[in-house]
């Protein structure tokens, strides 16, 4: 299974962004999918799930209230739509499952103030 985390890039404080997850050979169906993200110098942290089955969310509290996980079963793809961002929000962003396979490559999201 290969992950692929995309959307990323630079964006000015209070501005709103979209990223997408996909992953080979229909990894996420029948899954829960979460995203995680590290800042610089900083371990890699949970940030968003998404359960499977129920389809309840959680989320850290540093981005609760901001962020939304979904998931589109029929593309197999999962998103994280950021709203509100802040400069503690940059990060590489990271997918993956439960159980997890290898991170794939993450995608960067820098909020400048």
């Known amino acids: 299974v290969q992950l692929q985390a995309s959307g990323g890039g630079l964006v000015q404080a209070g501005a709103s962004r979209r990223l997408s997850c996909i992953a080979s050979g229909r990894a996420f169906v029948s899954y829960t999918v979460a995203w995680f993200r590290q800042a610089p110098g900083k371990e890699r942290e949970f940030t968003a799930a998404?359960?499977?089955?129920?389809?309840?969310?959680y989320y850290s509290d540093s981005v609760k209230g901001r962020f939304a996980i979904f998931r589109d079963n029929v593309e197999d793809t999962v998103y994280l739509e950021m709203n509100n961002l802040i400069p503690d929000d940059t990060a590489v962003y990271y997918c993956?499952?439960?159980?997890?396979?290898?991170w794939g490559q993450g995608t960067q999201v820098t909020v400048s103030s």
């Open positions: 993956n499952k439960f159980p997890s396979v290898p």
């Open positions: 998404s359960r499977y089955g129920t389809g309840r969310t």
